[in-house]
């Protein structure tokens, strides 16, 4: 078959072409864990496709050791970056390793969170900027396991889907652009792994301002503990006096409800 001079042509721009895709692959490199986690490399291509730096810029907070591997506490605070569009937070170790994923649409990147942990595992948590660069941290966190695969406490009361979504929150205003929003929703977060108990989380929360307009927007997965209890930064103008929070879990059960917020700064 003959082929004309065109064709080859093109065929020729589409190898070089392919061939400096394949060298610009090339000269990127994973950095090395500091965590030394045997699961680094498999997260990275997982959660974080494209460049990635490890950065003390991202504070991940959590115990050295877990009191309790139902409800580990953990604090993002990636303050110190700017233009964040992303923040994910997984547990390496765990069965289930993704936690959390934060879009602060418009809110401070930074986020509290419990988590429930199935044996001594990285906390590590993925920042990306608009530019696209991943900015990765974490911590070791020791736990004696189990967190994962025991079943939540609801279920030991046959009635406990009575209280489903019954929410317990509250909001500060910390500057005049600046509100700090923690609460704590009635929830199993079932993760599937306990005998004879379907997978059942709440799945998605989002906040709103009064007119509409989001602020922050969270993908909650199944390590999230029971009951689950956030904390985020939602920026806010002086004028704005309202927020609502939305939230939707698996069985497409849906809660919203209106959040008030203080006209001054909490002293």
Not at 116 to 129: A, F
Not at 169 to 191: G, I, K, N, Q
Request: charged share 20%.
């Amino acid at each position: 078959m003959r082929h004309s001079k065109s064709g080859r042509s093109l065929r020729n721009c589409c190898f070089v072409l392919l061939l400096s895709i394949s060298a610009m692959a090339g000269a990127y490199e994973l950095p090395a864990d500091p965590l030394e986690s045997v699961m680094w490399e498999n997260m990275a291509k997982r959660f974080f496709p494209g460049e990635v730096v490890i950065d003390q810029r991202v504070i991940v907070r959590a115990p050295l050791d877990a009191e309790d591997q139902m409800q580990v506490p953990i604090t993002v605070d990636a303050t110190q970056l700017e233009n964040v569009v992303e923040i994910i937070a997984l547990a390496d170790l765990n069965p289930i390793p993704h936690i959390l994923t934060l879009h602060p649409v418009r809110a401070q990147p930074f986020v509290g969170f419990r988590v429930k942990l199935e044996q001594s595992t990285p906390i590590r948590v993925g920042v990306r900027t608009s530019d696209g660069v991943w900015h990765v941290n974490g911590v070791n966190v020791g736990a004696a396991g189990g967190g994962c695969t025991a079943p939540a406490l609801a279920h030991g009361n046959n009635d406990w889907y009575k209280t489903l979504g019954q929410t317990r929150a509250v909001t500060r205003r910390e500057s005049v652009d600046l509100a700090r929003l923690s609460l704590r929703m009635r929830h199993p977060m079932d993760t599937g792994l306990a005998a004879g108990i379907p997978v059942f989380y709440m799945s998605k929360v989002e906040v709103k301002s009064a007119d509409g307009v989001a602020l922050a927007n969270l993908d909650l997965f199944e390590p999230i503990s029971e009951n689950p209890t956030l904390t985020i930064k939602p920026l806010v103008s002086d004028g704005i006096t309202e927020l609502l929070v939305y939230a939707r879990d698996t069985e497409g059960n849906e809660f919203e409800f209106p959040l008030a917020v203080p006209a001054t700064v909490d002293n």
